[in-house]
């Protein structure tokens, strides 16, 4: 089974950067979107982006187009989240994972081999 690793979490300023990566090991990608959720404190485990490992194509959530990229490089067995335009309300715990089969979706139901997240905290 794939395991996944988050890292790249931190504190930084609204208006500011960061970069998350998710290692993959165990399994390759091809034929998986790789996903990125996030999970604010007493709130529901919500899509931000995903990618389809082989073919690349992206798909986001409404409240992070134009500020987010999500990215991999197959060599790294990694995708990334390029996070620009930080806000307060962008903080949570991010999480990857990983669907399976065919289709785009954005429900975390769909998606499986959760990573263990990285806290990100935008201060106002």
């Known amino acids: 089974q794939v395991q996944l690793v988050e890292s790249g979490g931190g504190l930084v300023q609204a208006g500011g950067s960061l970069r998350l990566s998710c290692g993959a090991s165990?399994?390759?990608?091809?034929?998986?979107?790789m996903g990125w959720f996030r999970q604010a404190p007493g709130k529901e485990r919500e899509f931000v982006a995903a990618?389809?490992?082989?073919?690349?194509?992206?798909y986001y959530s409404d409240f992070v187009k134009g500020r987010f990229t999500i990215s991999r490089d197959n060599a790294k067995n990694t995708v990334y989240l390029q996070m620009n335009t930080l806000k307060p309300e962008d903080t949570a715990v991010y999480y990857c994972?990983?669907?399976?089969?065919?289709?785009?979706?954005?429900?975390?139901?769909?998606?499986?081999?959760w990573g263990q997240g990285t806290q990100v905290t935008v201060s106002s």
């Open positions: 165990g399994r390759t990608f091809s034929s998986y979107y």
């Open positions: 990618i389809s490992w082989s073919g690349g194509s992206t």
């Open positions: 994972a990983i669907r399976r089969g065919p289709g785009r979706s954005t429900s975390p139901h769909d998606f499986g081999s």
